[in-house]
């Protein structure tokens, strides 16, 4: 089960139901949806596709969500950087994951600009919060997408979610989380 179908079908059944509720702004899950729609579509303009992995730093808020859906609905590999990852294990990280595109927020992107030369595949930056040097804008990148549903054919075994442990050797190691292992544990929760 391809984890998007989560939204999808809540979107389908409670489209008005709120679905996040973050720093003042309300969004159901026909808006997180359709959201997640609109950057699935933009990062598909970048090439990204199926077993693609697009990397993440930022705070909890509504546009990881919207990353983490858009990754599923691609068949994308979502990669959370930790937001307290020091430059050199971010580059190893960012280098490790192979991401091509990293999204993210204000906080971290001198972190990011200051490792840009050693990140050996990032090609585009995106910046959640707004503006800033070097980045194309989270809101004005997916504003002229298209809301029309994209969901790539993904099997159980497929990895959605690519986490870094520090591990023992002090060396950032990958952690395979599959579409499967995803599912049952929000299916086990509810």
């Known amino acids: 089960m391809n984890t998007a179908e989560f939204l999808t079908i809540t979107s389908a059944v409670a489209p008005e139901k709120e679905a996040v509720i973050f720093d003042g702004k309300r969004l159901t899950y026909t808006d997180l949806n359709s959201r997640s729609n609109k950057l699935a579509h933009a990062l598909r303009g970048l090439g990204i596709g199926k077993g693609d992995p697009v990397g993440v730093m930022q705070v909890n808020c509504n546009e990881v969500i919207e990353a983490y859906f858009a990754c599923a609905k ?3 590999i979502f990669v959370p950087f930790s937001y307290r990852l020091k430059a050199d294990e971010l580059r ?40 800033a ?58």
């Open 133 to 190: 040097e070097g980045f194309v804008e989270y809101e004005s990148f997916i504003a002229r997408q298209p809301e029309e549903d994209v969901m790539e054919e993904v099997s159980d075994d497929d990895t959605t979610i690519l986490m870094f442990t520090a591990g023992t050797t002090g060396v950032p190691k990958g952690v395979m989380l599959t579409y499967n292992s995803v599912s049952s544990f929000s299916l086990n929760n509810v």
């Open 74 to 76: 691609l068949g994308a």
């Open 92 to 131: 190893q990280i960012a280098n490790i994951s192979e991401a091509s595109v990293v999204l993210a927020g204000l906080r971290y992107v001198p972190l990011v600009l200051e490792l840009r030369d050693s990140l050996s595949r990032v090609k585009h930056l995106i910046s959640f919060e707004g503006p």
